[in-house]
């Protein structure tokens, strides 16, 4: 599934290819989205533009202008688990496999959105607005190891579990929380309360550091991703436990473990990344006693 990094890729594409484009007409395949494309879809574009393209966490705002200048309103895109734009500075004579909108643009340009699996999402957003529960993403805000080991000590959670809850943390997903934890030497399966102030500081600056690393190599690909000119994204290459099951660790030679925490593979390694705390002793439950001698 595309994460921050892959999306930040696609904003990025999208504000230079498409703001100030007048739209011409616009085909849909018919076929339902993760929800149905909204009423008079196809009708609400010809004769406006875009006018420029946000990011917010996973979500792409496509600010709009209509024909009669009304700004109210952006195309919210998410690309679910496989869907990708594509921009051809000519129209092709046949659209890929999997298009599902495109936008024909005056200049004879055109833009597809494109989704194997149909978990994406296209519809209409306030212009102004924001997704309901999503919480702020590491690059809109100055992520301390403090606000990091705050969030961290008041969850019972694996810390890879509050990692990935977008409440809290948005735009981290599975590859890059894998990575962070590689990063600073912790166990996917530590309790998050049980981290500690340095751990918490090392976790948010290798959270920093894998973010901004993979937005510089445009992502990672492993089946579908692509940017807007179908190149895949090139950060898989330095992936350092992530998909690597049964490889050594890059950094000692042990093998890399995957377990599945709440339904998600997570990849590390058991020399590396000790589980620690996470096995410290649990609390006595309200109202019981130990008797007396033990521990």
């Not at 007409?25 to 018919?30: K, Q, R």
């Not at 869907?83 to 051809?88: A, Q, V």
């Not at 943390?169 to 530590?190: D, K, M, Q, T, V």
């Amino acid at each position: 599934m595309p994460e921050l990094p892959e999306v930040e890729t696609v904003r990025r594409h999208l504000a230079r290819r498409v703001p100030g484009r007048v739209v011409r007409a616009v085909w849909t395949s018919g076929r339902r989205l993760r929800r149905p494309l909204p009423r008079g879809f196809r009708a609400a574009f010809p004769g406006g533009r875009f006018t420029g393209v946000r990011r917010v966490a996973k979500f792409l705002y496509l600010d709009w202008e209509s024909r009669d200048g009304e700004r109210g309103r952006s195309l919210l895109a998410h690309l679910g688990m496989t869907g990708y734009f594509l921009h051809h500075d000519r129209e092709p004579r046949e659209r890929p496999p999997h298009t599902h909108a495109v936008w024909s643009f005056t200049d004879g340009s055109c833009l597809l959105f494109c989704d194997p699996r149909r978990f994406g999402l296209l519809a209409w957003a306030a212009r102004e607005g924001r997704p309901a529960g999503v919480g702020p993403d590491p690059t809109e805000f100055d992520l301390t190891g403090e606000w990091l080991h705050a969030l961290l000590r008041a969850r019972r959670a694996p810390v890879k579990a509050v990692l990935l809850d977008q409440r809290h943390l948005s735009g981290l997903g599975n590859i890059y929380a894998c990575e962070a934890l590689f990063a600073a030497g912790i166990s996917p399966r530590r309790v998050a309360r049980t981290l500690t102030a340095a751990e918490a500081g090392r976790l948010a600056a290798a959270i920093r550091r894998a973010i901004a690393r993979a937005v510089e190599l445009r992502g990672t690909t492993f089946s579908d991703f692509r940017d807007l000119d179908d190149r895949p994204g090139e950060y898989g290459a330095e992936l350092q436990v992530y998909g690597r099951e049964g490889e050594p660790c890059r950094r000692c030679g042990e093998r890399v473990r995957r377990i599945v925490q709440s339904g998600r593979s997570s990849f590390f390694c058991p020399r590396c990344q000790r589980r620690g705390a996470a096995a410290a002793k649990p609390r006595p439950r309200r109202g019981v006693t130990r008797p007396a001698g033990l521990p």
